[in-house]
């Protein structure tokens, strides 16, 4: 059974970290490219951070460059998403997603060009 599943969400203040982890069960993660993606109440999903089947090339949104981080540990089947410095505006529930492909070195950056989606981890910054 194919399954992704999101942890490591939960409330923290503004300026805080948190690393929100993605556990993947039935897929053999090196043949996969991994997204992060948000969604805030009333938005639309969008675009955090993405990195290459690779583990070569990364990209992140403009709003969290610089402060978040997206790895992948293919031996452990874990997708990681370290968020520091973070603001009330990172404020969603995130899903990690999965993309299979035969290129070791292509990210991407739009939701359809996913295969696979965690039901996602809710984090909230507030003070």
């Known amino acids: 059974q194919v399954q992704l599943v999101e942890s490591g969400g939960g409330l923290v203040q503004p300026g805080g970290s948190l690393r929100l982890s993605c556990a993947a069960s039935?897929?053999?993660?090196?043949?996969?490219?991994i997204g992060w993606f948000r969604e805030a109440p009333g938005k639309e999903r969008e675009f955090v951070a993405a990195?290459?089947?690779?583990?070569?090339?990364?990209e992140y949104a403009d709003s969290v460059k610089g402060r978040f981080t997206i790895s992948k540990d293919s031996t452990k089947n874990m997708v990681y998403l370290q968020m520091n410095g973070l603001k009330p505006e990172d404020t969603a529930v995130y899903y990690c997603?999965?993309?299979?492909?035969?290129?070791?070195?292509?990210?991407?950056?739009?939701?359809?060009?996913?295969?696979?989606w965690g039901r996602g981890t809710q984090v909230t910054v507030s003070s």
């Open positions: 990195i290459s089947r690779g583990a070569d090339v990364s």
């Open positions: 997603a999965l993309e299979y492909t035969i290129y070791t070195s292509v990210v991407r950056t739009s939701s359809s060009e996913y295969d696979y």
């Open positions: 039935g897929f053999t993660l090196a043949n996969y490219a």
